[in-house]
């Protein structure tokens, strides 16, 4: 299934999937940009609030290293507010298509995700 908006990682608990988790649970969202990361926090009832703006230098798909600083900065905030999942957003261009910034989403949230699911159960 493709979602046009979202990108959805599972989660930190290694469950089987967001809805099933219920409304209670929270969740890190992300609007991933190459010099600025927005994040926030919130599920269930409560009301998304801002938790930071990561500073970063993205440079594209072969920038490992700063991907990987990004990422444990965000599995960080993950286990501060004690989340169990991620929303990563999927930036489309003016005509609903996908380009850079757009891939490089794609693959920062499915190395996200991967290291999410390798993090000890909290």
């Known amino acids: 299934m493709r979602l046009p908006a979202l990108l959805l990682v599972m989660a930190l608990r290694g469950a089987s999937g967001f809805a099933a988790r ?3 649970q929270k969740v890190i969202g992300v609007d991933l940009g190459t010099r600025k990361t927005g994040v926030a926090c919130g599920g269930g009832f409560v ?5 930071c703006i990561l500073k970063q230098d ?3 798909f072969d920038d490992f290293k700063s991907q990987d600083a990004l990422i444990e900065r965000l599995l960080k905030c993950a286990i501060a507010e004690g ?3 991620f929303v990563v957003g999927k930036p489309l261009n003016k005509e609903g298509g996908m380009d850079d910034i757009t891939r490089l989403a794609v693959q920062v949230a499915g190395r996200l995700r991967a290291a999410a699911v390798t993090q000890p159960q909290v």
Do not use: K, V
């Open 22 to 24: 219920g409304l209670g």
């Open 47 to 51: 009301a998304p609030r801002e938790l």
């Open 58 to 60: 993205l440079r594209g």
């Open 83 to 85: 989340a169990t999942d």
